[in-house]
Every structure is written in C-alpha cells, then in structure tokens.
C-alpha cells in the first residue's frame, strides 16, 4: 500500500488527511506512529509558510524520504490577526483547545457579532530530499461565535462558523468540513502529492 508521512502531532489534522487521502488507497502515517522518539520541530518562523517549511524540511532529511507538513491557525480581524501562527499555543506551551477557546472568547468580549470575522488558514508544504521545497495556501473565511458549540473536529472548530452556515464547524459532520475547510481547500491544490508516496 502506498503511504504518505505527514509530519504533525496533532490526531485532528491526521484524521483528516486519512479521510482526504483513502479514496486513492493511500495510508497516512504521523509522527504519532513512526517517530515519537523524534524532537518536536521548533516553529520559529514568522508565518505559516515559513512554520511549514521547518516541519517538513527537518522530518524530510531525518527521514530521509518525501514529507508532507501542515501549518495552520486562526487569523482574527478585531484581534489585528491573533492567535495566527500562534494558535496552538494562544493560551500556554500545553496546548489545550478549550483553554484556547476560553481566552478567544475573553479576547472579544467587547467585540460586536458583526466585527467578529476571522478565517482559518492552512499552508502544506511538500519536502522531497534534493528539492525545492512546494507551499500550498487554503483559507476557509467566517466568524467567531458568542459561545462554544459542537464536539467534532478540534482545535477553534467549536468556536468558527464558516461564511454560508448558520452552524459552527464543530456541529458540522467530518464529511461537511472536508468539503469547505482551509486544509481541503489548500490539499485540493495539491498537483504533485504522488511525490509524496
Ligand atoms: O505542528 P503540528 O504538530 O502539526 O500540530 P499543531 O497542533 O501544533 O499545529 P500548528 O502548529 O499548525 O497549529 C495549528 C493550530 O491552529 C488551530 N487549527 C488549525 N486547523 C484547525 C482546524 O481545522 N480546526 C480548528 N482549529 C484549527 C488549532 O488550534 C491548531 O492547534
Ligand atoms: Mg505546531
């Protein structure tokens, strides 16, 4: 079976690759299966793109194979694009969503519905050893909700109502943020991944 290594911690995102990928018999392997031992790459970059090409680059020469790596992040308007490249740790190096969620939600206490815009963004970065490394960008636009709802996805999910929805992602099933999401729609350009396998 052909497999592909994206190089991520997070069971979120991995579930969702599995989904976008099993159509072409593809299996997803994580960092969670083939590399616990391995450091975590340091995301010292200043944007997405940058984030991204760190944690691809650094898992493609360790392993020395094709590697794929998603950075991601909430970009908030009335928060001057907060938590952004820091959204995993918004509220501390523990990396806890619902405290994230919390300190969002205090963070715009003051902000009226309609000022409340933000989008998800997400850059895949494909690291092939000996190569130019390739950056695609998937943006999903919306706002953030008064109050937390739903338990699928993960991360801000409970907290972002994509454009178009009355729903927040967290109430939407897999299959319908598939469809819309900033990773489907950064994936979805994706001309090269048979690179990857
Ligand atoms: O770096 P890796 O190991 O991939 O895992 P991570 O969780 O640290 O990932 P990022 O550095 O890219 O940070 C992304 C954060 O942005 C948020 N996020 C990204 N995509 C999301 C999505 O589809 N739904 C909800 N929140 C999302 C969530 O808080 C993530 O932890
Ligand atoms: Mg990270």
Redesign the pocket.
């Known amino acids: 079976m052909k497999e592909i290594i994206i190089a991520?911690?997070?069971k979120g995102?991995v579930n969702e690759f599995i989904d976008f990928f099993k159509p072409y018999g593809i299996k997803v392997q994580s960092l969670l299966e083939i590399a616990e031992q391995l450091p975590d790459v340091e995301?010292t970059g200043d944007s997405f793109a940058e984030?991204a090409t760190l944690?691809a680059e650094q898992i493609a020469e360790l392993l020395n194979r094709p590697v794929l790596a998603?950075?991601?992040?909430?970009v908030v308007d009335a928060l001057h694009g907060a938590p952004g490249i820091y959204?995993?740790r918004y509220a501390g190096e523990e990396?806890s969503?619902e405290a994230?969620n919390q300190k969002l939600l205090k963070n715009l206490q003051e902000v009226p519905q309609d000022k409340r815009t933000a989008r998800?963004v997400?850059v895949l970065a494909i690291a092939v050893p000996g190569e130019e490394t390739t950056l695609y960008r998937g943006v999903c636009e919306g706002k953030i909700a008064l109050n937390p709802k739903g338990t699928n996805?993960?991360?801000?999910?409970p907290l972002f109502i994509p454009n178009g929805y009355q729903q927040t992602?967290a109430e939407l099933s897999s299959a319908e943020k598939n469809q819309i999401?900033?990773?489907s729609n950064a994936i979805k350009q994706l001309k090269n991944w048979e690179k990857l396998t």
């Open positions: 991520t911690r997070n995102k995301e984030n944690k998603d950075d991601s992040g909430l959204s995993a990396k969503d994230n998800f997400c996805g993960f991360g801000y999910d992602m999401s900033h990773r």
